[in-house]
């Protein structure tokens, strides 16, 4: 039997329980419709403004960083399943197994270093955090 | 397939998984693609429906338990023995209120959010090897599957955030995303080096691996598990997962004291339960994930048999630990998230892997 039937089963399952539940709710719950009660949260107070705004969603850590590693961890999953089976075979020295690797991986350390120096991995401060905070700096 | 056959497929290393079994049980084998289908249903029903009892007795019960003992208070003891009842009474209250869904939420993505987040969470269990042969499937590239799915309830909670119009939301989304992402690459590169010890990706041969003896102390053998031959790799893969599941004191994407409750802020009825769901199925597949890559899976003492036994104790012993620290460590700030994730644990699990092929070239070699 093929493997995947029963994954492609579970994910059937997957989405046959949520969408059981919701029936069973559909079934039960009252609706009660009234225009206040459908307003959003916003800590009891009236809602200011729209939520589709502007917005700075720090792209560096949140878009393009992770596509580099994650694309790295993709490319280094084969070598780690060979890794130890090609040593064991006796075919290849250590150098040439760990070599590459280890190359690899320091050309993205260093764009790692790179973005670090840049303030890529840091959360972006609000301007006016960045004023106190040079305020507190001062001498 | 007759028992025999089975038997000899077993003796070979193959795992015997639970679909075949039920179809050699109920003789659904012998209807062909059809009989198969309906095995492979059946057993992911089971699967799907024996961890959606678990989450049924931590999210209502355990966890409210839990949390009053290590605050001193005795929490639900009215309802039922030991307020077991609670967990019905709850399933049935959450499920009979009204839901009340905001003005301007983006339709589509506001519903489909909660059955992403709750459905992704249920597919990794399907290549857990979970003793006594309960195991859906085996493919070979199990631990990147693993890792593949969990990652989709990001896109679930983003769709949450953005689609609630709601400005605690669209933080709380923006915040989660933020955090899995920091924290995907230290788990995946720290399970890595697991698969430099093992030299596969097939979940069952790992756990197979580590049933091995590490060393004999006294007539009792330590067995090889992971977490004993790489205790550094073990704790940072807790800390990842942690991160990933958004537990303490990696809880900011739903920081209640900030955001109120994040990305589920809006949701209210069957919703917030389907992604209240999604998250303790998550806390269950993060500990599933470490009991079978670090932890022997379901190796224990006593029988094969047992095996399930104590792969459920491993994965609750998780489940125990995550409400420890949420009653014991305060919460870390965004800012300090985000740099603990990019500056310290990718540095950390690279050097941990970059070690751990030093050590096993060393060793084989």
């Keep these: 039997m093929n493997e995947w039937i029963a994954i492609g089963a579970l994910a059937f399952v997957g989405l046959l329980i949520p969408l059981g539940m919701m029936a069973v709710s559909y079934l039960l719950r009252p609706s009660v419709p009234e225009t206040s009660k459908r307003a959003t949260y916003e800590s009891g107070e009236v809602p200011t403004g729209g939520t589709r705004i502007r917005f700075n969603i720090q792209y560096y850590m949140v878009a393009l960083l992770f596509v580099v590693f994650d694309i ?68 | ?150 990652g989709i309830a990001s896109v679930g909670l983003v769709m949450a955030g953005y689609a609630s119009s709601n400005k605690y939301s669209l933080l709380g989304g923006l915040r989660a995303v933020a955090q899995n992402i920091a924290y995907e690459i230290p788990l995946v590169v720290t399970g890595m080096s697991v698969v430099v010890f093992a030299g596969t990706l097939q979940l069952s041969e790992i756990v197979a691996i ?29 800390a990842a997962n942690f991160a990933e599941i958004g537990r303490n004191p990696f809880d900011t994407p739903e920081a209640p004291t900030e955001i109120v409750a994040g990305y589920q802020t809006e949701y209210s009825s069957v919703y917030f339960v389907l992604i209240y769901l999604g998250e303790f199925l998550h806390i269950f597949l993060g500990g599933a994930i470490i009991a079978t890559i670090f932890l022997g899976g379901p190796a224990g003492p006593g029988p094969a048999e047992l095996g399930i036994v104590w792969f459920l104790v491993k ?32 540095v950390l699990s690279f050097a941990n892997l970059v070690l751990t092929a030093i050590l096993v070239g060393v060793i084989v070699a």
């Design chain 2, 210 to 238: 580590q049933a091995e003896p590490l060393i004999e102390l006294g007539g009792f053998a330590i067995p090889a598990w992971y977490a004993f031959v790489n205790p550094f790799a073990f704790v940072l893969f807790l």
């Design chain 2, 315 to 346: 994965i609750w012993a998780v489940f125990l630990l995550t409400q420890w620290l949420r009653s014991a460590l305060p919460r870390v700030r965004i800012d300090q998230l985000i740099e603990i994730g990019w500056k310290g644990m990718l």
């Design chain 1, 72 to 139: 790295e961890t993709v490319l280094l999953f084969p070598w780690a399943v060979i890794y130890r089976p090609a040593l064991e075979s006796g075919q290849v020295t250590l150098l040439e197994a760990l070599g590459p690797m280890l190359l690899f991986v320091a050309i993205l350390l260093v764009g790692l270093a790179w973005a670090w120096r840049n303030g890529a991995v840091q959360w972006a401060k609000s301007p006016h955090r960045v004023d106190s905070q040079a305020e507190v700096d001062r001498p």
């Design chain 2, 1 to 150: 397939m007759s028992t025999l056959e089975a038997a000899v497929l077993q003796a070979d290393g193959d795992t015997y998984l639970l679909p075949e079994r039920i179809a050699d049980l109920t003789g659904l084998g012998e209807f062909g693609m059809g009989g198969e289908l309906l095995a492979a249903f059946i057993a992911a029903f089971i699967v799907g429906n024996l961890m959606l009892a678990m989450t049924g007795v931590a999210g209502p019960w355990a966890k409210r338990k839990i949390t009053a003992a290590f605050t001193d208070r005795i929490a639900v003891n009215r309802v039922g023995p030991f307020g077991l009842l609670i967990i019905v009474a709850d399933a049935v209250r959450l499920l009979a209120k009204e839901n009340i869904i905001p003005e301007d939420v983006d339709r589509p993505a506001y519903d489909l959010a909660p059955i992403v987040v709750a459905g992704s969470a249920m597919l990794g269990f399907a290549v857990i090897p979970m003793g006594s042969g309960v195991q859906l499937a085996d493919p070979e590239v199990g631990l990147v599957y693993v890792f593949a799915v969990s």
